[in-house]
C-alpha cells in the first residue's frame, strides 16, 4: 500500500505529525499570551524606532476600544491600508480585540480597485496612510465607509524623527496628494482617546472569521477568503513546529527582517503572528524597493533570518554594498509567493553561504502549505507539508496519481478557509465536498514526499497540443549570465496555436536575440523554444515581487 504520507519520515528531529488545533480557541486568546509572556521583549522595529510586546497590547488596547466608541461593531469589516510601519500591528491587534474583522488593502490600489474590494467586503471603517487618502476621497461615497482614522508615515516614530520623516516625505512631489476628507481622526489620537473607554465583550468562536483576505487577482476577479481564528491559530502553531527545532534558549536572539508588505498574507501569517510564538523581534521595512535602505537594516540590527521573494532575492544578489556585509550570524532565508529560481539560489549561496529554503502556500490556506526543512533542503521543490496537512496530486477528474504523475495541487488541512465571502459558487469550485482545496498549481510529488510546481494551471501555454510551463522556460532563460530577469507567456499562433513569448530584462545590454535562442536550443526541446524575444527595461510586477504574466498576456492581446 502507497505511504499517502511519505513527507514525515523527512520531518526534523521534535516535528510532530499532527498540531494541537485546540490549544487557543481564538486569534486574540493568542495574541494576548504571547504578549503577556514576552512583553518587555521588542516586538516590531521600523525606521530605528522600537516597540515592545507590552507597548503594542496596551496601545491596541486603546485603539480597539475607540473603534467601538466610534460606533463599529464585532463584526463589522475594517481596512487596513498602509505599508510597513509600527501602526500596522497596533491597528491589527486593536481591531482583533474589538471583535472587527480584517480587511488587508494594498496601499498602491487604483480607486477602481479600493471600491471592488470596500463593496464587496461591506467595509465599514479603515485605518489608511495620508499618502492613499486621495484615492480614498474619489470613491468613499460608493462604499459604507463612515469611520476613516488616518496616519502619516512617521507618527509613531517619536516627535523629532517623525517630523523630519514626514518633512521629507511631503518635499517629494506628489507624495501626498491633496486631499478633504471630513471626520477624519489621525492614529495617535485614536489611542490617546480609547484610553477612556473599554474593549467590548463579543461572541468569539473558533470557526467566526477575522479577516477577509483578497486574492491577487492575477487569474481574474480579487475574492475575499474568509480566514477564521482557527485557520489562522492552526497556520502559526504549524509554523511554529517547523521552527521549534532550530530555535535555541529563550528565542530572544530571532531578529527577522521583514521586507515583504504585511498586508500581504506571506507576511501577515508568517511575520506578523507566527513569529509572535517565540517572541521574535520583526524588523518591519517600509519601502523594499529602497534597496539602500533594506541593506542598512542589517548593519543596525543582529540579523537572523528574512522571508523574500525571488525578484528580491535576485535584486539583493546584485547590489554591491550587500555582497559586503558579514553573514556568519545570518541563520535563514525563506522564499515564498512565486518559483524560486535555480541560478537566483545558487548565485545567494555563493554571496551568503546559506541556502533559500522554499516554501509553498496560498491566500486560501491561511497561507503556509509546504516548507523546506533547513537542514535537508532540496532545490528546486517547495518541501514537504507542516503538521496536520494533507497534500496529493490528482488528475483532472479529482482522481489521486501516483508518485511522480504531474497534476493539480490539492490541499487538506485546518489552515484551509471557510470559503469566499458572499460567493457560494466560487467556493464550491475551489473547495470539494470532501475538504480538498483546488490549488489550480501543476506539480509533482516524489517519493520521498517532496513538492515540486511545475506552474500555474491558468498559465500553462498550450504549444500543437503539448503543454508548456512558463517556469520551466524562465528557469532556463534566467540562467544565461546576461539576463537579468524574465516572464514567459504564450501568445496566438494560427500555425501551432500558440507560441512562447519571453520578456527580458539585461545585466549585460549586448545579449542579442539570436544569441538568447541559440542558449535555449541546449537546454530546451523545440516546441518549448521561444518564437518571440523583447527586451524590457523593466516587468510589471505585484507589492511583494511577483511577476505579472497576466498583465503581459494583456497587453498583448491589445497588439
Not at 104 to 125: I, W
Not at 267 to 278: K, R
Amino acid at each position: 500500500m502507497t505511504d499517502v504520507r511519505p513527507w514525515l519520515k523527512n520531518y526534523p528531529k521534535g516535528v510532530p505529525a499532527n498540531i494541537d488545533e485546540d490549544k487557543y480557541a481564538t486569534l486574540v486568546e493568542y495574541v494576548n499570551e504571547m504578549s503577556k509572556a514576552y512583553g518587555k521583549r521588542p516586538a516590531f522595529s521600523c525606521m530605528g524606532k522600537t516597540l515592545t510586546y507590552k507597548e503594542v497590547d496596551t496601545m491596541s488596547d486603546h485603539l480597539g476600544a475607540y473603534l467601538n466608541h466610534r460606533g463599529l461593531q464585532p463584526g463589522d469589516k475594517v481596512a487596513l491600508m498602509m505599508p510597513n510601519l509600527l501602526q500596522y500591528p497596533i491597528a491589527l491587534f486593536g481591531c482583533l480585540k474589538a471583535g472587527l474583522i480584517i480587511v488587508n488593502t494594498n496601499p498602491l490600489y487604483t480607486p477602481r480597485e479600493m471600491e471592488h474590494q470596500f463593496v464587496d467586503s461591506e467595509a465599514k471603517g479603515i485605518i489608511i496612510a495620508e499618502n492613499f487618502c486621495a484615492n480614498l476621497e474619489k470613491i468613499l461615497p460608493k462604499t459604507n465607509i463612515n469611520t476613516i482614522i488616518t496616519t502619516s508615515i512617521g507618527e509613531m516614530l517619536g516627535s523629532v524623527k517623525g517630523m523630519l520623516v514626514n518633512t521629507a516625505i511631503k518635499h517629494v512631489k506628489r507624495m501626498i496628494p491633496t486631499y478633504n476628507l471630513e471626520n477624519t481622526v489621525s492614529f495617535k489620537e485614536a489611542i490617546k482617546t480609547g484610553k477612556k473607554f473599554k474593549l467590548p465583550q463579543f461572541e468569539n468562536q473558533p470557526d467566526s472569521t477575522v479577516v477577509l483576505q483578497y486574492t491577487g487577482g492575477t487569474t481574474g476577479v480579487s475574492k475575499g477568503a474568509m480566514l477564521t481564528n482557527k485557520n489562522l491559530v492552526a497556520n502559526m502553531l504549524q509554523i511554529k513546529a517547523f521552527l521549534d527545532p532550530y530555535v535555541e534558549g529563550d528565542g530572544s536572539d530571532q531578529v527577522v527582517l521583514c521586507p515583504l508588505p504585511l498586508y500581504h498574507i506571506y507576511a501577515f501569517t508568517c511575520n506578523c503572528l507566527a513569529l509572535m510564538n517565540h517572541g521574535a523581534h520583526s524588523i518591519l521595512v517600509t519601502n523594499p524597493r529602497d534597496l539602500d535602505s533594506l541593506i542598512k537594516e542589517f548593519t543596525r540590527y543582529d540579523i537572523k533570518g528574512m522571508t523574500g521573494v525571488n525578484t528580491l532575492y535576485n535584486a539583493l544578489n546584485n547590489h554591491p554594498d550587500f555582497r559586503k556585509l558579514d553573514f556568519s550570524n545570518f541563520e535563514t532565508a525563506n522564499a515564498g509567493g512565486t518559483a524560486l529560481q535555480k541560478s537566483v539560489a545558487d548565485e545567494w549561496k555563493e554571496v551568503t553561504g546559506l541556502e533559500i529554503a522554499e516554501g509553498y502556500g496560498m491566500t486560501e490556506a491561511s497561507p503556509v502549505v509546504t516548507s523546506n526543512p533547513r537542514e535537508a533542503i532540496r532545490l528546486g521543490t517547495i518541501g514537504i507539508p507542516v503538521p496536520s496537512t494533507d497534500v496529493r496530486i490528482v488528475d483532472e477528474e479529482g482522481q489521486p496519481l501516483p508518485v511522480g504523475s504531474v497534476g493539480e495541487l490539492q490541499v487538506r488541512g485546518p489552515q484551509v478557509m471557510k470559503g469566499y465571502y458572499n460567493r457560494p459558487e466560487a467556493t464550491a469550485e475551489t473547495i470539494t465536498s470532501g475538504g480538498w482545496l483546488n490549488t489550480g498549481d501543476i506539480g509533482s510529488m516524489d517519493e520521498d514526499g517532496y513538492f515540486k510546481i511545475v506552474d500555474r494551471k491558468k498559465d500553462m501555454i498550450l504549444v500543437s497540443g503539448f503543454n508548456v510551463y512558463p517556469n520551466e522556460i524562465e528557469e532556463v532563460v534566467s540562467g544565461h549570465e546576461k539576463v537579468d530577469e524574465v516572464a514567459a507567456i504564450g501568445i496566438p499562433d494560427e500555425k501551432s496555436g500558440e507560441v512562447v513569448k519571453i520578456f527580458v530584462t539585461l545585466k549585460d545590454s549586448t545579449l542579442k536575440k539570436d544569441e538568447l535562442i541559440s542558449y535555449c536550443r541546449e537546454y530546451m526541446t523545440g516546441y518549448k523554444i521561444p518564437k518571440h524575444v523583447e527586451f524590457v527595461k523593466e516587468l510589471p510586477k505585484s507589492t511583494v515581487g511577483k511577476i505579472l504574466r497576466r498583465e503581459l498576456r494583456d497587453k498583448e492581446l491589445l497588439k
